[in-house]
């Protein structure tokens, strides 16, 4: 009865030259006073002002709230980018929902809603698209998002610009902005960002007396410092590690100077010798870098992780600086399984040929078990009551039985498996240099105070380096590699490039 009266009065009013049925309907909306029948005329006349009024009493991604907003989204980057998030989330349920995300994210960047530039900026920093994203970070105000233009500019090496805007942000007076200068400037400080030091600090109060070995690891993002900080501190509180290594507050370094050349399936691969331009330490033994991709290994005295690795990643890859090799399958043309037989590949793995150690031993047991031990690194770690060999369907071969098993001794590893190749290690349990998440035996942390398989300096790669570019600067390098070393025959391979 009333909608059939409200239509008879419209009716009316619209028989009147004067009267403006949008421009009574958008006095109605203003005036935040409207009946769910003025509404449904304010939508059916396609008003901003009802779809707004629709939109802010509608339930979030109910059909009306939908409706409205995509009405409304054509015009407004903020309600796009609205969308563009509800889309988002709906993909996870509706795989459709995906072009629709895209479709209002690229609508709010077109309407250049800031929030929306700011995430695609993101999204092609990630993927290295400097300039590109560089185009959306300068749609934004000059004096927004200032934080992130640094960062930005930082990553990519561009530290003129990162300084300009850091100024800019000194300038601004709101009590928010000087908070985060001071923040920011704090940060940028700490990991020597815009001002390099040769002068190293230490995290988690650790001295350079009880720990054997320095290393200074660098990063080329804010970002990857904060968090290989977080890494490392976490490390330093394992006794093994803390006793190991002393871990310096990270460094930046810039990528441009690094100039990595890789895919994220393949080993990190930078520029070496980078690092002979950056201030370091004298103290410090072995580097470690930060990569935004690629695979983590050690060449010698440097690390290299990918910023995806965590803590379990980064100290296997620690191990292998200070003599432990993997107890997984290496590759099938890894070279350490190529070496002679009957020797050490490093502190936990042996290769060991039983025919030959016959041949050169005879049958005298007393003779065999010695000339096994003569290469075992854990040697005096085995009881003499533990057996090295045994007879298996009528054949003798090297292995410490079964029922030894929580005994130190020779049990088959999976080191060079891939070349058919037969490799032992001092415990038949997995240990970290096979899975990342076991522990290191006790019989590995002795070994650790062995020097034998222990990485040369970080000098040694840059003297390679500079060797391979027939420079003379590799003699320098090599003589400050040797300053860390006391035994004569590391100092002697060093010096004529044998490792």
Known sequence: MFRNIFIIMLSLLLSTSSFSLPTFLETKFNAQDVSAM?????????????????????????????????????????????????????????????????YWLQRAITLNDEDALLFEAHRLSAINEYEQASLLFKRIDQHTALIEKILFEIKFGYLNKAKKNL?????????????????????????????????????????HSNCRYTIQFFASNVEDLVQIEDNLTEISKNPFFKQQ???????????????????????????????SDVDIADNVRYLGLVAPSGGAYVDHGMLFIDN????????????????????????????????????????????????????????????????????????????????????????????????YREKVGVYAAQTCRAQNIRTFKPQMSSTQMQYYEENLPEVYQQLAAKQDYLMPSYHYNIALRYKLAMHDMAYVWKDKAVTFEKDHKRIERIKKFLY
């Open 167 to 207: 100024s800019m942000l000194s300038e601004l007076n709101s009590s928010v902005a000087q908070t985060e200068h001071g923040q920011i400037l704090e940060q940028l400080n700490r990991y020597q960002v815009l001002t390099q030091r040769k002068n190293v600090s230490l995290l988690s109060g650790i001295t």
């Open 308 to 403: 995806k690795d965590d803590r379990l990643v980064i100290e296997h890859e620690l191990l292998h600086l200070i003599g432990f090799i993997d107890e997984y399958s290496l590759s099938p043309i890894h070279s350490v399984c190529q070496r002679d037989d009957n020797t050490a590949l490093a502190n936990n793995i042996v290769k060991l040929d039983i025919e030959r150690l016959v041949k050169q031993n005879g049958n005298d047991s007393h003779r065999l078990r010695k000339a096994i031990l003569d290469v075992l690194p854990w040697r005096e770690q085995i009881q003499n009551t533990t057996p090295l060999t045994q007879v298996v369907d009528g054949q003798l071969v090297i292995g410490t039985p079964d029922n």
């Open 38 to 102: 003025e509404i449904r005329w304010g939508i059916k006349l396609q008003l901003s002002s009802a779809h707004q009024w629709r939109l802010k009493h509608s339930q979030y991604g109910s059909k009306y709230w939908i409706e409205s907003a995509r009405f409304l989204a054509r015009r407004s980057g903020a309600i796009a980018w609205q969308l563009a998030n509800y889309y988002k989330f709906d993909a996870k349920k509706h795989p459709i929902s995906h072009r629709n995300h895209l």
């Open 245 to 275: 290594f002393c871990f310096t507050t990270p460094k930046y370094i810039n990528p441009r100077s690094l100039e990595c050349d890789h895919n994220s399936n393949e080993r990190i691969n930078c520029k070496q010798l980078a690092f």
